[in-house]
């Protein structure tokens, strides 16, 4: 049987070279050239799959990138796809696909009996059935639904393959390589300028290589060789084949999946890039993206065997396959008599064409009558025989307006129906660039209207279908966008074209039978991949749906893989009938990138694992490492969360250090802290109107905490700063936000107060910082730096000094995060792993234990101390949190003083900072959870805050937790409740100052 | 994306900015004056326009200035790009409006 479907000669493909694969098991043969569809059709095989929802056998319909049916599972294992078309598969040796959504097999498919209960599938069946009661979803609707109406598989193991992104910028892009984009690539490739041409397919020609054409006395295919070539040898023109342009953006950005190694048996793509996604800036971008056929919705238009006339042209010419040795073709312009004409000469046997035209004359209707070919003008086909394979039509006289065609039906045994039903460009890439459609009466399409960005567009995709157009158009296309990039260019003269005429197209968009539209059995498939009907656009209607784009998302139309490539068209001038409006009128749905699926691991390209963001770690990370610490990431930080001992979990460990720091010393590695140096003869009237409390005065030596606001008067970010000179001072800012604050400052700085002679510099990786915390930190620090006066009056608290630690030139800061005496030491970036292990040495005798985030994170909340970004959310001031003293009465201005007077923001009834005591000691509160004053409330129960953070501590024998609750600061020792799913934790509203209320421990 | 032209740098991918809301809305010289409705309107209204639009940007991951731009906000056309403190371009009757 292998190749019987093979003509003579001709065609594309090398018939010396044979190639081995598999389809649903089974063992068969192609040829080199071949796409898996061709290979298939030249072995007989049209059933490739079942559909969405009925399950109904599907086969091939196109050629190309706009197959609605023939998704198949491509390859095994790992490098496995799913919902690949068929059409677009270039045959290699060993290729192994099989079929989707069908089971067990698809030529027995149990789920085919949906068809049955086709009355529950029609329009919007997801909306009507996938509702209540709650129980189906777990019942039926997720577990039998979903899988029955699902395609391919995803791999269930990492992708092994190579990807990469490629960046280039080109003066001229020309998006198709069939004659139109070939002449406007050479016509602007001639001028110098920089031009990249890209073709989705294997080798460059479109249309041309399904054509039998001849272009200034030469094949087409020697005119595509020769033009080719000439690109080729042109210093700054770039040639990608197998590339296809899934997306157009703005300003001339364009992305491009170029597919390198798809085409290769498995064995040769070792070591190779797989794909690359191409990220293109265009001066000029000419579309020369050509047509896809439209088919005829007829009753069960679906059969397999019921294929695009175009397509079964490109299969007998380009691939030398004759899909069908009985033909019916159905038209209703000139194109189908060309499918006729060729088909007979390689050996098909045409039936009849069907003309929807009852006129019909012209250059290809002469030829085709002088073959000898049954020509049927005015007559439809209003019946299809057979379930898996087309057997016979039938086929009526048209009535034209018709609901109910009466006259008498004729039977015409057939295996093959080539369909024509008018061409539709592809509009998609011009849309995804913003530009508005235009609709052509006499060619019954749309074009691209007004230009929205620097493009111009030549051949098919402007509706100029015949070859010297295309030529013409093209090489005129590429010399303007040439010459307006700075060449100078001109259009080729024009080349002598043999070419049939074309006559008129008759726009035909339903066929009725002998019973209207969605009576009876038969469907009238628009959407094959979503299977959805004329009838459901009709329901869609009745039920009030009348927006294009809200019947295309009730019935689905347009969705899937395909994204409609074969069925807007048709469902936007059946609407147009139902509507009786104009199809102008009832308009396009939007087109969306990607034009076609584009796999996760060419969107990664090589941004995976440690590559897919940038890790920050501090100069004390591999001493962290060696000693066992836990991670948590802080932003693009790793920060030792907690140093477990051996047998400890995070509770153990965290409650050890906790004590070891409120009982004797404990070490942090607070490297990661933003801290910027601000310079300038104005930084300390600029921190002045930065920050809510005062810092013109701050002392040179001196450290302030500080909170800024934005302009509504909540909290961003908050941190210490200290005046390193008269001029000078040093901010730190929380981990999280440190860019966002430098931000912050230099928009202050350059747009409302240029004047302010200030100078922002990043510091944070310029000094490590390492903070020993604990009753015992200054006899630690006695040790490492003899030198320095360490007495309370000499060094106060919020002071620093300059000084030698431990050998090394540090800045020393008094400030604490945890209540305890806290000195933070200073040095340079480098000399951070160097100090933090004279730090433990002189700690040793004391036991000193390193802890990190989450202990850090409890001993602040035990102290009532904030982060930002978790007492806060963008909705909290200063006096929401309690921190009203530290928003200045004096000074006139700053940044988010005048909100606080809003009438918003003065309310009592806000949400304010509070600490919650729980009844049970032990039960520690989920953060998050809600909190209400009355457990008994019918719900759903008024909410009056939240728990914004929550610990056991281990100090105060008791669990701790942080809340904003509304009015709180006035309900100190009142009962509130959290509702949680299986039980309602009952506490105590209490000061949120936890531990050492009076502040006793700050100095030692 | 966009693409951008930074009056310092050149022209980069939009990846390297950060946007910056509408462009001329200077604060207030002295807020303690204005009554809650104009602090209110200072604060959070803005023009949202269709068509071309004076708004901020600053180049964050570039050279850290902040600049304007006009930008039409139907066809993302980049219509002009001027400094800090500048006053906008004149783009003429029809492509300037609502600027």
């Given at each position: 049987m292998t190749g019987s479907h093979r003509t003579q000669a001709g065609g594309r493909i090398d018939r010396q070279k044979k190639i081995n694969f598999t389809f649903n098991g089974k063992s068969y043969v192609g040829m080199e050239g071949d796409t898996l569809a061709s290979a298939l059709l030249a072995n007989g095989v049209h059933l490739l799959g079942r559909s969405f929802k009925y399950h109904r056998p599907r086969g091939i319909v196109a050629a190309g990138a706009e197959e609605p049916n023939s998704m198949v599972q491509l390859g095994e294992g790992a490098v496995t796809e799913p919902n690949i078309r068929a059409t677009q598969i270039s045959l290699y040796e060993g290729l192994s696909a099989s079929s989707v959504n069908v089971w067990p097999s698809v030529e027995f498919d149990v789920s085919a009996m949906n068809g049955l209960f086709a009355k529950i599938f029609t329009a919007g069946f997801y909306n009507k059935t996938f509702m209540w009661p709650r129980d189906m979803w777990i019942k039926l609707y997720e577990p039998v639904i979903r899988r029955a109406a699902g395609w391919g598989k995803a791999p269930t193991t990492s992708d092994p393959d190579i990807y990469d992104h490629m960046h280039l910028t080109v003066d001229v892009m020309v998006v198709g390589g069939g004659p139109a984009g070939l002449s406007a690539a050479l016509a602007a490739g001639r001028s110098g300028a920089r031009v990249l041409l890209i073709d989705e397919q294997s080798e460059f020609g479109g249309s041309l290589l399904s054509l039998n054409r001849q272009i200034d006395g030469k094949n087409a295919a020697e005119w595509i060789s020769e033009t080719v070539s000439e690109l080729a040898g042109m210093e700054d023109v770039t040639l990608l084949n197998r590339s296809i342009a899934f997306g157009y953006y703005d300003q001339n950005y364009l992305c491009v999946l170029e597919q390198r190694t798809d085409h290769l048996p498995q064995a040769m793509r070792k070591g190779k890039v797989r794909q690359r996604v191409w990220h293109i800036r265009a001066i000029e971008v000419v579309l020369a993206t050509g047509a896809h056929e439209r088919p005829l919705v007829f009753a069960n238009n679906d059969r397999p065997g019921i294929m695009l006339a175009g397509a079964v042209q490109t299969y007998v010419?380009?691939?030398?396959?004759?899909?069908?040795?009985k033909m019916v073709i159905f038209t209703n312009n000139d194109a189908g008599y060309e499918t006729a004409i060729d088909a007979k000469a390689a050996g098909a046997n045409i039936a009849a064409i069907l003309d929807a035209r009852e006129e019909a004359d012209g250059e290809l209707i002469e030829a085709a009558k002088a073959l000898g070919i049954r020509i049927l003008p005015g007559y439809a086909i209003t019946g299809v025989e057979g379930g898996k394979r087309v057997k016979a039509v039938e086929v009526r006289k048209i009535q034209k307006g018709a609901k109910v065609y009466t006259s008498a039906p004729e039977r015409i045994a057939c295996d093959l129906v080539a369909m024509s039903g008018g061409w539709s460009p592809v509009v998609h890439l011009f849309s995804q660039s913003q530009g508005k459609l235009h609709y052509r009466e006499e060619e019954v399409c749309f074009v691209p209207g007004t230009?929205?960005?620097k493009q111009s567009f030549a051949g098919a995709l402007n509706g100029s279908f015949s070859l010297s157009a295309c030529l013409e158009e093209g090489a005129k296309a590429g010399a303007e966008a040439a010459t307006k990039t700075g060449f100078t260019a001109k259009a080729a003269n024009a080349l002598k074209v043999d070419e049939p005429a074309m006559g008129r197209i008759e726009p035909f968009w339903i066929v009725p039978g002998a019973r209207p539209v969605g009576e009876g059995g038969a469907k009238h498939f628009v959407d094959l991949q979503n299977d959805t009907t004329a009838a459901d656009i009709e329901l869609a209607v009745r039920e009030g749906f009348e927006s294009v784009e809200h019947v295309k998302r009730y019935t689905l139309t347009g969705f899937g893989t395909d994204q409609g490539k074969t069925s807007n068209i048709n469902a936007l001038a059946i609407l147009s009938g139902i509507l009786d409006k104009p199809i102008p009128k009832v308009g396009t749905t939007t087109f969306r990138p990607p034009y076609t699926p584009v796999s996760y691991g060419a969107l990664a390209g090589r941004n995976l694992g440690d590559w897919s963001d940038p890790v920050r770690i501090t100069s004390i990370h591999d001493w962290h490492v060696a000693s066992g610490a836990e991670f948590e990431n802080v932003g693009q930080w790793k920060r030792p969360w907690y140093f477990p001992k051996a047998g400890e979990d995070m509770h153990a460990a965290t409650n050890r250090e906790c004590l070891a720091v409120r009982n004797g010393v404990g070490v942090l590695d607070a490297s990661t802290l933003g801290k910027i140096d601000i310079r300038g003869k104005d930084a300390a009237e600029f921190l002045n109107r930065i920050y809510?409390?005062?810092?013109?005065?701050?002392?040179?030596g001196r450290v302030r905490y500080g909170l800024m606001c934005h302009e509504d008067g909540m909290v961003f970010d908050d941190g210490t700063t200290a005046r390193l000179a008269e001029d000078r001072f040093l901010m730190t800012t929380t981990t999280g936000n440190a860019a966002v604050v430098l931000d912050w400052l230099e928009e202050y700085l350059q747009t409302e107060w240029p004047e302010l002679q200030v100078y922002c510099t990043s510091v944070t990786e310029q000094w490590a910082t390492v903070s020993i915390a604990g009753p015992m930190a200054g006899k630690v620090m006695a040790k490492l730096a003899p030198e320095m006066n360490l007495s309370n009056d000499d060094f106060p608290f919020l002071s620093f000094k300059e000084g030698t630690v431990a050998g090394l030139k540090a800045r020393v800061f008094r400030i604490s995060f945890t209540g305890e005496l806290t000195y933070e030491i200073n040095v340079p970036w480098a000399q951070g792993r160097a100090l933090w292990e004279a730090v433990m040495e002189a700690g040793a005798e004391f036991d000193i234990t390193p802890y990190g985030t989450e202990s850090m994170h409890i001993l602040r909340a035990e102290k009532g101390f904030i982060i930002v970004g978790q007492e806060t959310d963008g909705t909290t001031t200063p006096q929401d949190l309690g921190m009203g003293w530290i928003v200045s009465k004096k000074k006139p201005d700053f940044i988010g003083k005048r909100s606080y007077s809003r009438m918003d923001t003065s309310r009592t009834d806000r949400k304010q900072l509070v600490g919650l005591m729980t009844d049970n000691p032990s039960e520690v509160l989920p953060e998050g959870a809600q909190l209400v004053f009355?457990?008994?409330?019918?719900?759903p129960m008024p909410m009056v805050g939240h728990v914004t953070s929550s610990y056991y501590s281990a100090a105060l024998g008791h669990s701790i937790a942080l809340a904003l609750v509304k009015g709180g600061h006035s309900k100190m020792g009142e009962t509130i409740h959290a509702p949680l799913l299986d039980k309602t934790v009952t506490a105590r509203i209490v000061d949120p100052v936890f531990y050492d209320k009076e502040g006793e421990k700050l100095n030692g | 994306m966009l693409y951008i032209d930074c009056p310092w740098c050149g022209k980069r991918n939009e990846t390297e900015f950060h946007y910056g809301g509408e462009a001329h809305i200077a604060r207030p010289e002295d807020p303690s004056a204005l009554s809650d409705e104009q602090w209110a309107d200072f604060l959070f209204m803005r023009k949202n326009l269709k068509g071309p639009y004076a708004e901020r940007w600053c180049h964050s991951n570039g050279c850290r200035r902040w600049f304007n731009v006009i930008r039409n906000t139907v066809s993302h056309e980049i219509l002009a790009v001027y400094k800090m403190g500048e006053t906008p371009p004149d783009l003429g009757p029809k492509k300037g409006e609502g600027v």
């Open positions: 010419n380009r691939y030398g396959v004759l899909p069908g040795r230009p929205v960005q809510t409390n005062a810092f013109a005065k701050l002392g040179v009355d457990k008994n409330a019918p719900r | -």
